[in-house]
């Protein structure tokens, strides 16, 4: 009884961790092109794959796939666990799901969770993927994320490994509030208006809204992370950016408002499919394990 118990306890996180590792290896070549155009350059999305692929070969598309799933292995895995988790325990005595609100905190509460213990991955995975931008003298040259998780360490400290910490963190909850919030909701609004609970049409409907409440919800945070994970020392040794606020204030002030949302068709096609392929595969998982008697 106790290893049963234990093994449901254990299985929204490990579901949300393989759902959130196949999901990224799906999408990681959009990944590339969003970092790339987050990072000044030009062209569009489609001249931009182009170019990597001409430059430095397909493979390319996948630079940083390691510190992704890493990232996933981690971050997906706390943020979706946990989500589930603390909203399983406030259901009601007779199993009504929890109020919005309480989801809503549920999933800012998993999302921040979540991206501290996934911040030193998504650090590795945007400088490997920025690394080809750099002129070939200031390129590290990261083999792997394990390799980059050392050099970082070595350079710049355990501290290192937070770099933009904030915003990761501020990212991951505005994402998984907007995603697993509108999914819950909307999965109990198809239900009521007729559709069949974990029904395909049911699951697609709903993950195709939450990846795009998520994307709306995040992309500002995400644009600032990216930012201050790539920044670099200029010729005088101060970094572009002192801080958040900084960063925030200085985008405002050069950009505006919209600037934050630069990328956000890419954004989304990344964002949409990743949400949708995780949500469908988390609930594949669940219905196959169902199935098991797991």
Do not use: W
């Not at 118990?5 to 092109?33: K, W, Y």
């Not at 259901?91 to 979540?114: H, V």
């Not at 394990?146 to 937070?162: R, S």
């Not at 999914?183 to 709903?206: I, M, R, S, T, Y």
């Amino acid at each position: 009884m106790a290893n049963s118990s234990t093994l449901a306890g254990l299985q929204p996180f490990v579901n949300g961790g393989l759902s959130g590792m196949f999901a990224t290896a799906c999408i990681q070549p959009i990944d590339m092109v969003k970092v790339r155009l987050q990072t000044g350059e030009t062209g569009g999305s489609y001249k931009i794959a182009s170019r990597i692929v001409a430059q430095h070969g397909f493979q390319s598309l996948y630079k940083g796939l390691s510190a992704g799933l890493l990232r996933q292995a981690t971050y997906t895995t706390a943020r979706i666990g946990l989500y589930s988790t603390i909203t399983s325990g406030l259901a009601g005595p007779s199993g009504s799901p929890p109020s919005l609100l309480s989801k809503a905190a549920a999933g800012l509460f998993a999302g921040g969770a979540g991206a501290l213990v996934g911040c030193p991955a998504d650090v590795a995975l945007v400088r490997m993927q920025v690394d080809m931008q750099l002129p070939l003298a200031e390129r590290r040259g990261y083999r792997h994320v394990g390799d980059a998780l050392v050099n970082i360490v070595k350079k710049e400290g355990v501290a290192g490994l937070f770099t933009g910490a904030g915003p990761t963190a501020a990212r991951a909850m505005g994402l998984n509030m907007g995603m697993l919030v509108s999914n819950d909701k909307a999965k109990e609004v198809l239900v009521d208006v007729g559709f069949a609970p974990g029904g395909a049409p049911q699951v697609l409907c709903a993950s195709t809204l939450a990846g795009l409440c998520g994307a709306v919800c995040s992309l500002p945070c995400d644009y600032v992370k990216t930012q201050l994970q790539r920044q670099r020392p200029g010729a005088s040794g101060e970094l572009p950016f002192l801080d958040v606020v900084d960063c925030i204030l200085k985008t405002m002030k050069n950009g505006g408002f919209s600037k934050f949302y630069t990328g956000f068709p890419t954004y989304y096609c990344r964002i949409a499919p990743h949400a949708m392929i995780t949500l469908i595969v988390v609930e594949l998982l669940f219905n196959i394990q169902s199935g098991m008697g797991i």
